[in-house]
Nanobody, 119 residues
């Protein structure tokens, strides 16, 4: 199983970045996909989640209207489009996959990608 994030970098306030998370080794379409982030000295927090079939999305209040999560099940990839970035968005962003059934829970994490918003 692998989750490989990409697309992080350094951007000025007000700029945009698009993160990607390529998945392999599991049935991607059946998993709930979530982007988390962790800033220095802070706990990891959920940023955006997209469900499987139907792809319903939910967002943290701090990113609503600025970030968009999407998934391409044909490519086994989830994306996070980040617009109007602020310095407080600076963090390591992690991709997470979750599958729930009556008998089991499966959770996978990527290695993270750094996003730095600075002038």
């Amino acid at each position: 199983v692998q989750l490989v994030e990409s697309g992080g970098g350094v951007v000025q306030p007000g700029g945009s970045l698009r993160l990607s998370c390529a998945a392999s080794g599991f049935t991607f379409s059946t998993y709930i996909m979530t982007w988390y982030r962790q800033a220095p000295g802070k706990e990891r927090e959920s940023v955006a989640t997209v469900t499987g079939a139907g792809g319903r999305a939910n967002y943290a209040d701090s990113v609503k209207g600025r970030f968009t999560i999407s998934r391409d099940d044909a490519k086994n990839t989830v994306y996070l489009q980040m617009n109007s970035l602020k310095p407080e968005d600076t963090a390591v962003y992690y991709c997470n996959a979750n599958y729930y059934s009556i008998s089991s829970v499966h959770t996978y994490w990527g290695q993270g990608t750094q996003v730095t918003v600075s002038s």
